[in-house]
C-alpha cells in the first residue's frame, strides 16, 4: 500500500520540484536583464558586476569553480572563432538577439579558461568564443592572442 501510494505521489512531487526551477530560472533572466544596461559599455577587457554575473550563468556547466568576477577575458568570433571581438560588440550582439526574440540564448559559445602559466603569456584568464562552427584547443587561441598582441 505505501509502495502504491508513493508511486502515486511521485509524479505530484516532482512536478512541484520543476514549477519551483522555473520560476528560479525567469527571476535569474530578469536579474540580468535589468543589468543589461551596464554590459558592454567599454572594450576594457576586465568584466564588470553585470557582465561577470551574466557569464557566470550562461557558462554555469563549463566553469566548474572559475568566477568571471574582475577577470580579464578576451573575445574571438566567427565561424573559425578566428576573429578578435570586444567586450562590446559580444555583449551589443547578445542585446540584439534579447531584443528581436525576447529571451536569453541557451549558450553563448565556447569557453576556455586558462591556467596560472597561460594567463602569465596571455595576459586574459578566460576566452569566450563564440558564432564558431570549430572547437579551439588552449594551444590555438593562445596562439590567435600573442599574435594579436
Known amino acids: 500500500m505505501k509502495q502504491l ?11 512541484v520540484s520543476l514549477i519551483g526551477q522555473e520560476k528560479s530560472a525567469e527571476d535569474i533572466q530578469k536579474n540580468i ?12 577587457s576586465t568584466l564588470n558586476f553585470c557582465e561577470s554575473k551574466y557569464l557566470n550563468l550562461n557558462f554555469q556547466k563549463e566553469k566548474g569553480a572559475f568566477n568571471f568576477c574582475k577577470k580579464r577575458v578576451a573575445f574571438f568570433r566567427g565561424n573559425a572563432g578566428t576573429i578578435k571581438s570586444t567586450k562590446k560588440e559580444y555583449f551589443d550582439r547578445l542585446k540584439q538577439f534579447i ?51
Do not use: H, W
Open 5 to 15: 501510494f508513493l508511486v502515486l505521489c511521485l509524479p505530484l512531487i516532482l512536478n
Open 33 to 44: 536583464i535589468k543589468c543589461f544596461e551596464e554590459m558592454g559599455k567599454d572594450t576594457i
Open 99 to 149: 531584443s528581436q526574440n525576447g529571451f536569453l540564448p541557451s549558450s553563448s559559445g565556447q569557453l576556455i579558461i586558462f591556467n596560472e602559466e597561460e594567463v602569465k603569456q596571455t595576459g586574459y584568464d578566460a576566452v569566450v568564443i563564440s558564432f564558431s562552427k570549430k572547437y579551439l584547443t588552449n594551444k590555438e587561441v593562445i596562439k590567435r592572442l600573442k599574435y594579436k598582441l
